[in-house]
């Protein structure tokens, strides 16, 4: 079983093959360049040194949000377009969760964050034990504060921030909430690796989708609208 | 806090234009002021200052131009967006850090800018006089 993935979401582009469990490659980019630019030339790298061709592959996996708004349409158009004539599986993978698939080395809470702007963060918890991921709420919007108010459930536990939003959550929460740390930056943002791994849960539990039927994934942020309105109001 | 005066749609175009020899390359910079208060003359010297010398007009139905010069120049008009759903869907925050972002019109998402920016704010005061406050730059 060889799964092909790719992440765009946000700043970081990457992409992965994973053949039978195991890691083949993975290239892994955060610059500021647009990843229209990167993920064609990383992607064919990627397949001719590992000497892999687009046909052996059994399940095309993308992160289809949340995200930034071009940059989950990249991924997601990508992988469409990939998948457009042969009509192979796809997996559509939570961003959070492929965070949460990328970091399975310890036990305790993962924290997936990702900047929202004005202060909401797109996240959902996990919990990481002997390498499982299990997952503790749905993919959110929520106010900075109210996952403040939220964690407070957990302290008796490590909670790891991951994602774009992490430094920033560690800022707000680290004064009230002690257990908080901050996942080591070269595993702190998703990649593709962990939307292979979560597309490999998606498979055994046969929630795959076919091209025609993937769709980006936004998550509405009502908070910030409301702000918004309330400042024009003034 | 700088305040310049400008008798001009040239004079205006020149004032921004030496306000473009300070940037870094990846500033926000907001526009405040009205209708036909030379938000568009402001940023067709704020390119030119960094060697774009032609097809700056204003993207009220494009949303954004892309032009590039000296750094890349993403030009944003806010004019019909107004909710955080538009914001986001224009892929605004996609630019950030990437450019030089101008926004007009930057009243309508004015909670979304980040805190680290330049502001402009033209007032009109006659039909070719203009006041105009920078703030936030490099002293010009």
């Known amino acids: 079983m060889k799964i092909f993935a790719i992440d765009t979401t946000a700043s970081p582009a990457s992409a992965a093959i994973l053949s039978d469990g195991r890691l083949l490659g993975e290239y892994y980019l955060n610059i500021k360049t647009t990843h229209s630019q990167t993920l064609m030339p990383m992607t064919e790298s990627l397949f001719k040194n590992t000497n892999i061709s687009i046909d052996d592959i059994d399940v095309f996996a993308v992160n289809a949000g949340p995200g930034s708004f071009t940059g989950v349409r990249i991924g997601v158009a990508s992988i469409k377009g990939m998948t457009f004539t042969s009509d192979k599986p796809c997996a559509s993978v939570s961003t959070l969760e492929a965070m949460a698939f990328g970091i399975p080395y310890f036990s305790g809470i993962v924290c997936a964050v990702m900047d929202a702007r004005c202060a909401q963060v797109y996240n959902a918890l996990f919990r990481l034990e002997n390498g499982e991921v299990r997952r503790l709420c749905e993919d959110r919007a929520i106010s900075i504060q109210e996952l403040s108010d939220e964690l407070n459930n957990y302290k008796d536990e490590t909670v790891y921030l991951a994602g774009d939003g992490a430094e920033l959550c560690f800022r707000a929460f680290s004064e009230n909430l002690p257990n908080v740390r901050l996942v080591p930056e070269n595993i702190r943002f998703q990649h593709a690796y962990g939307t292979a791994k979560a597309a490999e849960r998606l498979i055994s539990e046969g929630k795959l989708c076919t091209s025609d039927e993937l769709m980006p994934i936004y998550l509405r942020v009502p908070q910030a609208e409301r702000e918004l309105k309330a400042r024009q109001q003034k | ?140």
């Open chain 2, 1 to 140: 806090m700088q305040k310049f005066f400008t008798n001009s749609a040239e004079q205006t175009e020149q004032l921004a234009e030496r306000l473009a020899k300070t940037l870094g390359g990846c500033e926000v910079i907001a526009m405040f002021g009205g209708l036909g208060a030379g938000k568009t003359a402001f940023t067709r010297g704020l390119a030119r200052g960094l060697g774009i010398d032609e097809g700056v007009c204003s993207p009220t139905f494009a949303l954004v131009h892309e032009y590039e010069g000296k750094f890349m120049v993403y030009h944003f008009d806010m004019y019909r967006v107004t909710t955080y759903d538009d914001l986001y869907s224009t892929g605004f925050f996609d630019y950030e850090g990437c450019g030089v972002m101008v926004i007009e019109w930057s009243e309508n998402i004015e909670p979304f800018l980040p805190e680290n920016r330049i502001n402009i704010t033209i007032r009109t005061l006659s039909e070719n006089e203009r006041e105009i406050t920078i703030e936030g730059a490099e002293e010009i």
